[in-house]
């Protein structure tokens, strides 16, 4: 088993309290994964390449740009919050930079899901426990471990939990502005006891968020729950449903009109085709989508370190030339479904 494999099983086994191996029905589940290591036709990496795209693909004993992504979000939440209930800041204000800070915690968090955050797994996990501290204490670490590694076991899929954020047009920003929550419900509902167990960890996070918001309420600082928390995380999660968990997994119809990737595209079948990736105006947009313009590198290779998959990107562009991609070009949201070979190294 790969490195890659190996971390993914982990991830989903976490709180199983467990080290035997999966069931036979579960570890033929396994091969589904939308990883390179697991798929019915991997990216070979030639030879001279091995060594780096290994480097650039596992985790670091500490992800540094990681840690600073992660110290900009707490000294500016906490920076702001402090600011405004000293009334140096007006509250309007605070809400929109603390949307401003808490959106790049998907990185972190995500990250830390796949825990390439840090090679030492204590330090990877709290890291990730202290990003959702500041928009979503009330979930569990543990629980968007699993259903992130079930997206990730079956993209694109009925079984696949990312399906919530897609839907009639009317409930999408409804939908992203309460993905968190819908994994707990699909963990409840997930009849696998790995994924209930996660539970264990996120109710009593969710009581205590609850009691939290209740008690500063009556003592007069409800508004300032509202607008410096509960507003703003629920405007960062849905921005995070939209840019990662939406866009990277578009399609067209033969109308040309927006569609999720269905299943018959899904990465098992066809492993590149089965998200996209976003090419042109990198500085913008590595910023904007956190290195996710190349969502595509994190689905072959998930323990990459985020900041990577561009240059895992242009050491594997020409392996990655010769499949089947669907490119989404620029800012477009449709992307262009590009047959092997078809395009040439370097082109966008």
Do not use: C
């Amino acid at each position: 088993m790969s490195l890659e494999e190996l971390l993914e099983t982990r991830g989903a086994d976490e709180n199983s309290g467990s080290h035997e191996p999966a069931p036979l029905a579960q570890m033929k589940e396994k091969s589904r994964m939308s990883s390179n290591a697991s798929s019915r036709r991997p990216v070979a990496a030639p030879p001279e390449k091995k060594k780096e795209l290994y480097r650039l693909t596992n985790p670091p004993a500490v992800a540094w740009p990681t840690v600073a992504v992660l110290a900009f979000i707490l000294v500016g939440v906490i920076g702001t919050d402090a600011l405004a209930l000293h009334h140096r800041l007006p509250l309007w204000g605070a809400a929109l930079l603390n949307v401003l800070f808490m959106y790049p915690v998907f990185h972190v968090a995500h990250d830390a899901t796949h825990r390439s955050a840090s090679s030492n797994v204590a330090l990877n996990d709290w890291m990730g426990r202290l990003a959702l501290l500041v928009i979503a204490p009330q979930v569990s670490l543990s629980t968007f471990r699993y259903s992130h590694m079930i997206h990730h076991r079956f993209t694109n899929e009925v079984k696949d939990p990312d399906h919530y954020v897609h839907g009639p047009w009317w409930s999408l920003v409804l939908r992203w502005m309460s993905f968190d929550l819908s994994y707990v419900y699909y963990n409840l509902r997930s009849g696998d006891p790995r994924g209930i167990k996660t539970l264990v960890d996120t109710v009593p996070l969710a009581v205590m968020t609850v009691v939290a918001a209740g008690v500063l309420t009556y003592y007069g600082y409800g508004i300032q729950v509202l607008m410096l928390w509960l507003l703003p995380a629920r405007i960062a999660t849905a921005l995070i449903g939209f840019v990662f968990l939406w866009l990277p997994h578009l399609d067209s119809d033969a109308q040309g009109r927006l569609k999720h990737i269905t299943t018959a595209d899904s990465s098992h079948d066809n492993l590149t085709a089965g998200t996209t990736l976003r090419v042109g105006h990198e500085p913008v947009l590595d910023v904007l989508m956190q290195w996710h313009n190349y969502h595509l590198i994190h689905h072959l290779w998930p323990t990459t370190p985020s900041y990577n998959h561009r240059r895992v990107w242009r050491l594997m562009e020409p392996e990655l030339r010769a499949r089947e991609l669907r490119i989404q070009h620029g800012f477009a949201m449709i992307p262009t479904l590009h047959p092997g070979g078809s395009t040439a190294l370097g082109s966008t």
